[in-house]
């Protein structure tokens, strides 16, 4: 189960794994997202496999871990916005090693996503439609 970390999470999407033909180090998510006044969106993802799999906060298996992502604008006309979320391991390792330090750079064979969405308002909720996940090396 994913860490909340306090927010609402009402409604959840969680894939099916994608089990990928080579390791990757990256992972782009791409979605239209209808986000009302008072609406949230988060997404988080879970490896199955790798050195990311292996690094992941959490005591078990289960633990999903949240993707950072650009701005997600209120829209309460119902248009979408496309939204990016990721996780990219090389660019961490090397903001992470200043100086040109040797740092290990996580990678992972297979990922699961979930989408949380939540709302103040239950007249009002969060949409989303045409996603899609690229995981690159």
């Known amino acids: 189960l994913a860490r909340n970390h306090g927010k609402s999470c009402t409604a959840r999407y969680i894939t099916k794994q994608v089990n990928l033909d080579n390791s990757s ?16 969106v988060r997404a988080y993802v ?18 999903f871990i949240k993707l950072d992502s650009s701005k997600i604008p209120f829209n ?12 990219d391991f090389l660019q961490e390792a090397a903001s992470n090693s200043p100086g040109g330090a040797s740092v290990g750079v996580s990678d992972f064979n297979a990922f699961t996503l979930k989408l949380c969405m939540g709302t103040s308002n239950t007249a ?3 949409k989303i439609k045409e996603l899609r996940a690229i995981a690159t090396a």
């Open 25 to 40: 180090t990256a992972l782009d998510v791409y979605a239209k997202v209808n986000r009302p006044t008072g609406a949230e």
């Open 46 to 63: 879970r490896f199955a496999s790798g050195t990311a799999q292996a690094n992941s906060p959490g005591e078990d298996d289960f633990t």
């Open 76 to 87: 309460d006309s119902g248009e979408f916005s496309e939204v990016h979320f990721k996780k």
């Open 124 to 126: 009002n909720v969060p």
